[in-house]
Each structure stands twice: as structure tokens, then as C-alpha cells.
């Protein structure tokens, strides 16, 4: 579940840097195994990554609020707004970009870019 990989991604071929960049990989999970309106949570080096599926979207983000180091991964969830409330003071994050909308929270917190490589989520974690 936590085995590394390198994913190549391309940069544009033009310009004095045109090439290959490695950018690192973890698997997460099967897609099967993450349904709609569910989430789970990983770690990588010592961070705590919670991966969501939002209406079939799956996003992923550091779990651990911005605030003062709540455990977002225990908040409710809300899949139709891909938002969660911490569940120590309450502050809403949204899970695509990581942005407290509410306070107390005011900092965001790390997303992390999702690839499904065929039925497999990985997340990039450079
Ligand atoms: S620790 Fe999350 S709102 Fe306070």
C-alpha cells in the first residue's frame, strides 16, 4: 500500500529545460476499494495523507488541520461538497484545494495530485 514508484512526466519540448521530470509516486489503493463518499488515510515519510472520493472524483490532502493539528480524516464529511469539518473546532477545508472556508482554521493545509493508473490510485508526493 505504501510502495513507492516513479511516474515520468513530460515537460513541454520547448525552451532549455525540455526533458523528463520524475516525480515520485505511492500507492494508495484499488479504485474498487474507495467508493463514492468514502476516505481513508495513508502515510508517507512521517505525513498523514487522507485520499476521498468525492462523487467519484478522488482527491487527496494532508490530514492534519491547519489550525492546531486536528485529525481532518475524523471529521464529517460532506461528499456532495467535497468539504470536511474538523473535528476538534469545526473550521470547513475544501478537499480540492486544501482552503479552510471557514475559521478557525485561516492557513490551507497540502493537497496532493491523484493519478489512476489503470485500476490503482497513486499519489504524487515530491
Ligand atoms: S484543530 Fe481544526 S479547527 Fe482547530
Do not use: W
Not at 521530470?21 to 495523507?49: F, M, N, W, Y
Amino acid at each position: 500500500m505504501r510502495e513507492r514508484a516513479e511516474h515520468r512526466r513530460s515537460r513541454p519540448s520547448h525552451g532549455p529545460r525540455a526533458g523528463v521530470l520524475l516525480v515520485p509516486l505511492i500507492d494508495v489503493c484499488p479504485l474498487s476499494a474507495l467508493p463514492d463518499g468514502k476516505r481513508l488515510t495513508v502515510e508517507h515519510d512521517d505525513q498523514e495523507i487522507m485520499v476521498v472520493n468525492c462523487g467519484g472524483t478522488i482527491l487527496a490532502m494532508e490530514d492534519r488541520c491547519s489550525h492546531d493539528d486536528g485529525d481532518l480524516s475524523e471529521g464529517e464529511l460532506d461528499a456532495a461538497a467535497c468539504t470536511i469539518e474538523c473535528p476538534r473546532h469545526g473550521a470547513i477545508f475544501d478537499l480540492r484545494s486544501g482552503r479552510p472556508m471557514t475559521l478557525p482554521a485561516y492557513q490551507p493545509v497540502d493537497t496532493f495530485p491523484v493519478v489512476i493508473d489503470g485500476d490503482t490510485i497513486k499519489l504524487e508526493v515530491d
